[in-house]
């Protein structure tokens, strides 16, 4: 079964950076997609970044040009490098990660969540 290790959140004033950090473990066969999301209190759960197997990655709007996704696939590890942060970008980020772990005989194709890591950005 394939776990998830969030780390990296914490308080950082306004303008600051911070680096959240993803880990999977596990009998990983192969990982396509690792994606970032973030959820406000009171407000829904949102894609923040996404980054493929080939190294493709997209934002959301909010976060264009501050925000930067990238992946070490030796370690299946997915990062995010928050830059210029502001009180708006306070929420819970979770990583969410998609692609084959191990059975016995076969593949299976999976979708694991992290514990979710607080960014708190003061103003």
């Known amino acids: 079964q394939v776990q998830l290790v969030e780390s990296g959140g914490g308080l950082v004033q306004a303008g600051g950076s911070l680096r959240l950090s993803c880990a999977a473990s596990?009998?990983?066969?192969?990982?396509?997609?690792m994606r970032w999301y973030r959820q406000a209190p009171g407000r829904q759960r949102e894609l923040v970044a996404h980054?493929?197997?080939?190294?493709?990655?997209n934002y959301s709007d909010s976060v264009k040009g501050r925000f930067t996704i990238s992946r070490d696939n030796a370690k299946n590890t997915v990062y995010l490098q928050m830059n210029s942060l502001k009180p708006e970008d306070t929420a819970v980020y979770y990583c969410n990660v998609v692609g084959d772990d191990i059975l016995p005989m076969s593949v299976r194709r999976f979708e694991v969540w992290g514990q979710g890591t607080l960014v708190t950005v003061s103003s």
């Open positions: 596990g009998s990983i066969f192969r990982i396509n997609h």
């Open positions: 980054i493929t197997d080939g190294g493709s990655t």
